[in-house]
């Protein structure tokens, strides 16, 4: 397995676009979380799903923030409109269950200019 | 509230200078503790899960351990491509909301 991969690995945009940020977890795994890292806060979880379903998103601002899983292979988290402080490194991760230890992408960085 | 607490932020240490790596915790109710290896530019790299105090595992010059307020990531002889940020996280029994530390930044010279 190529293991989890996310799209596009670098996202430089204006302040109000909308940015989607793509995700393909390890086939098989049930769970796939979104993080948000930046050195002031570290790693922050936004939302995580189960079997395609969201379980808990509430460390993802609603307003702006929303997450899907339309099938068990793809995951987008999609921000509108997107704003300075939403620059960071947002990671996608994969389990097969929990608690087990996820399996994380590379990462996108995002930059709102 | 739960909470996880690294230390030290930073450790430097020579080559085969053994040392270890703190994690405390407060958790309503833990239903595990992970360690991540980070490097710069990439995302966290699984290196363990425990499940309850008293609990080691062990993965070439790296062992953790778990006791009810803290866990330790000792590195034996460490060598300089042992040099990362470790992280420490914990999934409390409520749901599967995983927090994260700060981590701790380890540099091992050669």
């Known amino acids: 397995d190529a293991g989890v991969i996310q799209s596009p690995r670098h996202e430089v945009t204006e302040m109000g676009q909308e940015v989607t940020l793509r995700c393909k977890p390890i086939?098989?795994?049930?769970?796939l979380f979104w993080y948000r890292q930046t050195m002031m806060q570290g790693l922050e979880l936004l939302v995580y799903?189960?079997?395609?379903?969201?379980?808990?998103d509430s460390g993802m601002p609603k307003d702006r923030f929303s997450a899907k899983m339309p099938n068990a292979s793809f995951s987008t988290l999609k921000i509108q409109p997107s704003e300075p402080r939403d620059s960071a490194v947002y990671f996608c991760?994969?389990?097969?269950?929990?608690?087990?230890?996820?399996?994380f992408g590379q990462g996108t960085r995002l930059t709102v200019v | 509230e739960d909470q996880v607490t690294q230390s030290p932020e930073a450790l430097r240490l020579q080559e085969g200078e053994s040392s270890s790596l703190n994690c405390s915790y407060t958790?309503?109710?833990?239903?595990?503790l992970f360690w991540y290896r980070q490097d710069p530019g990439k995302g966290p790299e699984f290196l363990f899960t425990?499940?309850?105090a008293g609990e080691e595992k062990e993965k070439e010059r790296l062992k953790a351990t778990l006791t009810k307020k803290e866990s330790f990531l000792h590195i034996t002889a460490p060598k300089p491509e042992d040099s990362a940020t470790y992280l420490c996280?914990?999934?409390?029994?409520?749901?599967?909301?995983?927090?994260f530390g700060a981590g701790t930044r380890l540099f091992v010279k050669a």
């Open positions: 991760a994969s389990s097969y269950r929990a608690p087990e230890g996820a399996f």
């Open positions: 086939s098989g795994h049930d769970y």
């Open positions: 799903f189960n079997n395609k379903a969201v379980m808990d």
């Open positions: 958790v309503s109710g833990l239903r595990g």
């Open positions: 425990l499940y309850s």
């Open positions: 996280a914990v999934q409390h029994t409520g749901g599967f909301k995983t927090i």
